[in-house]
């Protein structure tokens, strides 16, 4: 297993020339760790490299203390008094008043390596807000969990950009946030970026095949399970059928009370999709959708991950849903705005086919060779090998 070290640690032992003295503010999680999982926040608080001044909270908060969709505010960190600026709540870009003072912005925290995952669109933000202001930005790099030699999902259409579709890029990228960031910024016009590049990291690595410990980005993602599912089956979210929140297994699981969970298995799996199979399952969520009601639904296991075209997957979700439910299934969202699947998928198309009785192999035909077209635009911007 390859030895990854992160920018994280990079900075900390070798220090950078172009950050070190500079008085920072820094954009992190709880995923912002070294791998004896100390948090950066602590540990470039304590270093002389640099004068960490401020703190930047994404959703969940810089210590991951919020679920998802909780509106996180401005506040004080306990453990080193530094204030904690929200990033989302009444803003989701750091404001000239927020960053006064400072010379730099680092943004450091472990991104899942999926458009919908917000962590990308603050990193985009604050990216354009240190543009603005003339503050260097600087991403402290980390691996891409899904590893970066797939990619898959049609690219963003930019008329449905939204926090959740943030950039013009595949739904699965393969990018890491550094190489993101470089790519944005040559597209965009604005600095290049400072990128602490890691060490050891490979296109074709897993995170669980780079020595690092995982820690969960997010609340609903416990496992590189569910995180491999998630470009297919967060598009449940866009829809009143429950994507498994309020259970132990979110991403995994999915169904709804009016769904049989033996009719939704074998229709699935009479599709014959590569890389997962289907269990009928029952399940009760605690909180979100149908909370405390019994849901019959399936559980998705993963046989073979590098057979696996999630985004697929959940076309396929969709079209089956759709089918054995057609008077209680419905789209979220739609009436101040587009449904929120549209977001997620970045297009109204793949929607508008389902609605209209369309092959779900006919509605994703055309998105592997828009993905290899990406591979060729993304070149110029990657870092590893």
């Not at 960053?99 to 604050?126: K, N, P």
């Not at 790519?183 to 020595?211: K, N, Q």
């Not at 296991?301 to 057609?326: C, K, N, Q, Y």
Request: some cysteine.
């Amino acid at each position: 297993m390859p030895f990854v070290n992160t920018g994280l640690t990079t900075l900390l032992e070798r220090g950078h020339a172009q950050l070190d003295r500079l008085r920072v503010g820094l954009i992190t999680n709880q995923t912002g760790v070294d791998r004896r999982l100390r948090s950066n926040i602590d540990l470039l608080h304590a270093s002389d490299r640099m004068a960490l001044r401020a703190l930047f909270g994404p959703e969940h908060g810089v210590r991951g203390e919020a679920q998802a969709g909780e509106t996180v505010g401005a506040t004080e960190d306990a453990r080193t008094g530094l204030p904690v600026h929200s990033l989302y709540g009444q803003t989701r870009a750091p404001t000239k008043d927020m960053v006064a003072g400072l010379d730099a912005l680092i943004f450091d925290l472990q991104d899942i390596g999926v458009r919908y995952a917000t962590y990308a669109s603050t990193m985009l933000a604050a990216q354009e807000s240190a543009a603005s202001a003339r503050l260097m930005f600087a991403v402290l790099d980390r691996p891409n969990p899904l590893g970066g030699a797939h990619i898959e999902g049609a690219p963003l259409d930019p008329a449905f950009t939204s926090f959740v579709g943030a950039y013009p890029v595949p739904v699965r990228h393969g990018l890491t946030l550094g190489e993101l960031a470089r790519l944005a910024a040559a597209e965009r016009g604005w600095p290049a970026p400072v990128v602490v590049p890691m060490e050891g990291w490979s296109r074709a690595s897993w995170y669980d095949e780079t020595s690092l410990v995982w820690v969960q980005p997010t609340p609903n993602l416990p496992t590189l399970d569910a995180l491999t599912l998630y470009p297919g089956t967060c598009l449940i979210e866009g829809t009143n059928v429950s994507e498994g929140r309020g259970t132990t297994r979110p991403f995994e699981l999915l169904g709804a009370p009016w769904i049989d969970p033996y009719d939704l298995a074998y229709q699935l799996e009479a599709r014959r999709l590569p890389g997962v199979l289907a269990r009928p399952a029952w399940f009760t969520p605690t909180f979100s959708k149908h909370a405390g009601e019994l849901c019959g639904g399936v559980q998705l296991h993963i046989t073979d991950r590098a057979a696996l075209h999630a985004t697929e997957v959940g076309i396929h979700l969709l079209h089956v849903l759709r089918s054995i439910g057609p008077e209680s299934f419905a789209w979220h969202g739609g009436a101040d705005g587009p449904p929120f699947l549209d977001l997620l998928i970045g297009s109204d198309a793949p929607r508008r086919a389902l609605e209209a009785g369309a092959d779900p192999d006919a509605v994703v035909a055309d998105w592997r060779a828009r993905a290899a077209a990406f591979e060729e635009r993304r070149r110029p911007y990657l870092l590893y090998d």
